[in-house]
């Protein structure tokens, strides 16, 4: 089945910088990849998503690339901010399954 | 606003003892999820819903069944309950297609004694 790395399980960051999240997932036929987001003793929220259609994605500060080739996605935040202090999850999934993989997550600190 | 309910929040359980975390969407959503959030293994899937009368096994569904009466309504049941089943619960809701958003509830909290 459907397996999803996270590689940074901490990442510090200085307040106005940018931050970088990578994953990589091992199904090819996966074809949607959604982050979520864990603020400090809540539940998660949806942030951003790619489809495999498309090799960028931007909201805002958040931007998603896909390399499909290399089977890797990541999450860029730029210009941070302290309230984008949080635990953020990758996430796999391919068109005709209805589940969701998750990677183990990232803690991502914002320093003053 | 989606809105997707667990209950209990927090539940000590006794090893051996029967365990039943219950989960409530008002969505509409066909799916749902449960998943557990332990440290260092992210959040893994236990079992999963396509809609009332269906359940289908995650990637870690020993110990633990689950049961979908209603479209509004998924359990999660732990027949004997055992100490490596303390963890945080999760439950969500999706919509049918794959690759639409997950609401997540609240969280339970579970610890095994």
């Known amino acids: 089945g459907e397996k999803v790395e996270q590689h940074e399980s901490t990442l510090s960051v200085r307040e106005g910088d940018s931050a970088v999240i990578n994953c990589t997932y091992t199904d090819t036929a996966s074809s949607y990849f959604p982050w979520y987001k864990q603020e400090a003793g809540k539940s998660l929220h949806f942030v951003i998503d790619i489809r495999s259609n498309v090799d960028r994605k931007q909201s805002q500060r958040l931007i998603v690339l896909l390399d499909k080739k290399a089977k890797r996605f990541s999450l860029h935040i730029t210009a941070t901010q302290p309230e984008d202090s949080a635990i953020y999850f990758c996430a796999a999934s391919s068109y005709n399954q209805g589940k969701l993989i998750f990677g183990q997550g990232t803690k991502l600190s914002i320093k003053p | 606003e989606a809105a997707v309910t667990q209950s209990p929040r927090n539940k000590v359980a006794v090893t051996g003892g029967k365990v039943t975390l219950s989960c409530n969407q008002t969505n509409n959503h066909n799916n749902m999820y449960w998943y557990r959030q332990d440290t260092g293994h992210g959040l893994r899937l236990i079992h999963y819903?396509?809609?009332?009368?269906?359940?289908e096994k995650g990637d870690i569904p020993d110990g633990y069944k689950a049961s979908r009466p209603s479209q509004e309504n998924f359990s999660l049941i732990l027949e004997l309950a055992t100490p490596s089943q303390t963890s945080v619960y999760f439950c969500a809701s999706g919509a049918r297609d794959s690759g639409n958003t997950l609401y997540f509830g609240e969280g339970s909290r579970l610890i095994v004694v």
């Open positions: 819903s396509y809609g009332a009368g269906s359940t």
